[in-house]
């Protein structure tokens, strides 16, 4: 099982970012997807997930209207578009899959991909 995150970058205040996790090694129908993101000196935060069969989203409060995530699963890939960005989403993200969604868990993680947000 192998998950792996790219598209990470430095943005401005305002722009955007699309995160893909591409993973192999298992059938991404039956797996959810999460995105969590770790700052310097802080603790992991759950970000986002996505279900698998019923393909329902789910938001933290600090990414609700600004962050969407989405899979093709005929691409084995779950991506995270991140728009109206913030200094604040400065961070690591990593992408994780399980069986369901998890905010604090989740079973198989990848390697992150840095975000950099500029004032």
């Known amino acids: 099982v192998q998950l792996q995150a790219s598209g990470g970058g430095l943005v401005q205040l305002g722009g955007s970012l699309r995160l893909s996790c591409a993973v192999s090694g298992f059938t991404l129908d039956y797996y959810a997807i999460g995105w969590f993101r770790q700052a310097p000196g802080k603790e992991r935060e759950w970000v986002s997930c996505?279900?698998?069969?019923?393909?329902?989203?789910y938001y933290a409060d600090s990414v609700k209207g600004r962050f969407t995530i989405s899979r093709d699963n005929a691409k084995n890939t779950v991506y995270l578009q991140m728009n109206s960005l913030k200094p604040e989403d400065t961070a690591v993200y990593y992408c994780?899959?399980?069986?369901?969604?998890?905010?604090?868990?989740?079973?198989?993680w990848g390697q992150g991909t840095q975000v950099t947000v500029s004032s």
């Open positions: 994780a899959a399980d069986r369901g969604c998890g905010t604090t868990y989740m079973g198989y």
């Open positions: 996505i279900s698998s069969s019923n393909e329902n989203t």
